[in-house]
T-cell receptor, first 114, second 112 residues
């Protein structure tokens, strides 16, 4: 089955700096890659996703890049703010026939320091 | 997201007890999922259902069972709870035409 590795497990940045979280996946058939943000005590919520026919996607201060050849994708957060502090999970899935089983990475605890 | 609810939110039980966690959704989604979250391990899929007649095992289904009572309800049972099933459990839903999964608020389970 699919295996997703995520690094780093913890990341501390100064407010205003950029943060980058990286994930690799094992199944070359995977074609959907979402990123979820989980604040302390809350549920995971989708913040951005990308499909395999796109190399990059941006939404305000967050962006995701995908390298299908290397089988890795990354989350980029620019101009970090204290409210960006949370655990971030990447995931991968093979979307075909209506199926969508997400395999998650182990998470990155991002701390934005003042 | 109040459209996906889970009960109970917290539960303490003893080893060997049978317990049920419930998930309800008002989104009208046909696909429903159960995950468990453990520190350092991320979210792992237990079971998933594409409709009331379709139930599938995920990567860690041993020791668990599920029931899809209606399109809006998906229950997870621990037949005989053991301490290593102590975890945070999330239900999620998804519409068949859209990739995004929406999570419930979670149930924190402690097995003594």
């Amino acid at each position: 089955g699919e295996n997703v590795e995520q690094h780093p497990s913890t990341l501390s940045v100064q407010e205003g700096d950029s943060a980058v979280i990286k994930c690799t996946y094992s199944d070359s058939a995977s074609n959907y890659f979402p990123w979820y943000k989980q604040e302390l005590g809350k549920r995971p919520q989708l913040i951005i996703d990308i499909r395999s026919n796109v190399g990059e996607k941006k939404d305000q201060r967050i962006a995701v890049t995908l390298n299908k050849t290397a089988k890795h994708f990354s989350l980029h957060i620019t101009e970090t703010q204290p409210e960006d502090s949370a655990v971030y999970f990447c995931a991968a899935s093979i979307s075909r026939g209506g199926g969508n089983k997400l395999t998650f990475g182990t998470g990155t605890q991002l701390k934005v320091e003042l | 997201d109040a459209d996906v609810t889970q009960t109970p939110r917290n539960r303490i039980t003893k080893t060997g007890k049978r317990i049920m966690l419930e998930c309800s959704q008002t989104k009208g989604h046909d696909r429903m999922y159960w995950y468990r979250q453990d520190p350092g391990l991320g979210l792992r899929l237990i079971y998933y259902s594409f409709d009331v007649k379709d139930i599938n095992k995920g990567e860690i289904s041993d020791g668990y069972s599920v029931s899809r009572q209606a399109q809006a309800k998906f229950s997870l049972s621990l037949e005989s709870a053991i301490p290593n099933q102590t975890a945070l459990y999330f239900c999620a839903t998804r519409d068949s035409g859209i990739e995004t999964q929406y999570f419930g608020p979670g149930t924190r389970l402690l097995v003594l």
